[in-house]
């Protein structure tokens, strides 16, 4: 019995020292201890040992089932330790892990957040409205005459006689000061929509943001030295501002606002064609009409307004030359930015 005994613990120690993972040394486990293992087995013939040799019997049989414990839980350690112990069969730690992708923002979407960041930290709120709008809000209450000619189907998707994709979002203007009062400061991103031809530098959709400012005494040197500020803050502080005269029904005066070219600091390049500035908004001193048709009295209140296209302002930070790239989901485009 003895000598039975001593034998499985050496089969067992072999057994335990080849397993090779911890599935191997649980089925060995259960091999010699298990409630029909080997050893268990063995015990139960004590009952047929003389009486005279049990107490031996029963001593050796408790050394050898705690030694074959002891070695099984020494491998379980060991395979714990490498780490082994919790690893699926096949499964090679030393192979190189998969990567997930991380996306990121459009570059679009990154600029207009820039340009908008820039005018927040002037204390401006940042507002967005609908796409679809009346012709009141898009043209009407800007003061658009009747014959003007984006108000030609040429020019705007019309969704019925009253109803249009906007053509700006100084729509925005129009909603914001009917629900509050002046003093306002507001900036307002979003899309808008033209019924122009594609090309390298027309898109149908593009993105916008307009912005104005409304309070008591407010002029035209209030309007530079915000735009001003703005266009170093964004472009660097070496780049200088121009206002040119022009024309839009809701501003008057208008100007359209030039800076310096940032590829040739003003020498003239292929980007500024050679001129050394480059036009990027459009501006002026809000129309009284406007401010009437808003219910804010134009004796006591007066504002300025600018907008800008987010692409053309993407395109020139990047110095990209086609505007179409923005809208073709290219990866090869998009991960530059
Ligand atoms: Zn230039």
């Excluded at 820039?118 to 014959?147: A, M």
């Excluded at 912005?211 to 030295?225: D, P, R």
């Excluded at 009437?292 to 053309?312: H, I, L, Q, T």
Aim: charged share 25%; proline share 5%.
């Amino acid at each position: 019995m003895i000598e039975r005994l001593e034998l499985l613990l050496k089969e067992a120690e072999t057994s335990i020292q080849n397993a090779s993972d911890s599935k191997v040394l649980e089925e060995t486990r259960v091999k010699y201890l298990g409630k029909s293992g080997l050893v268990t087995e063995a015990l139960k013939g004590l009952g047929q040992v003389a009486p005279e040799m049990r107490p031996q019997v029963g001593k050796v049989s408790n050394e050898v089932k705690n030694r074959i414990a002891e070695l099984l839980e020494q491998k379980k350690e060991e395979f714990e330790s490498k780490g082994g112990a919790s690893l699926p069969v096949g499964w090679d730690p030393s192979l190189p892990g998969r990567q997930s992708s991380l996306g990121k923002m459009h570059p679009l979407t990154r600029v207009q957040q820039e340009i908008c960041d820039i005018f927040r930290s002037f204390g401006f709120d940042q507002v967005e409205g609908p796409d679809v709008e009346t012709d009141y809000y898009n043209f009407r209450g800007l003061n658009f005459p009747l014959d003007h000619p984006a108000r030609d189907a040429h020019d705007t998707f019309y969704l019925s006689d009253e109803l249009l994709l906007r053509t700006h979002t100084t729509t925005l203007q129009v909603h914001v000061m009917e629900k509050h009062q002046p003093p306002l400061k507001v900036v307002a991103p979003g899309k808008v929509y033209r019924n122009e031809a594609v090309d390298a530098t027309h898109h149908h959709i593009f993105h916008q943001v307009d912005g104005f400012l409304v309070a008591e005494g407010v002029h035209f040197g209030h309007l530079k030295g915000i735009l001003d500020s703005w266009v170093k803050k964004f472009f660097g502080s070496k780049v200088e501002t121009r206002f040119r005269p022009s024309f839009f029904p809701f501003t008057e005066p208008s100007a359209e606002v030039d800076i310096s070219c940032v590829f040739c600091q003003g020498k003239g390049c292929r980007i500024c064609k050679q001129s050394g500035w480059v036009e990027i908004m459009g501006c002026g001193m809000i129309h009284p009409a406007v401010l009437e048709n808003c219910k804010v009295d134009p004796e006591k209140w007066s504002g300025f307004a600018f907008g800008m296209g987010v692409e053309r302002v993407a395109m020139f930070k990047y110095d990209i030359d086609d505007i179409r790239l923005f809208y073709q989901n290219d990866l090869r485009f998009l991960r530059q930015f």
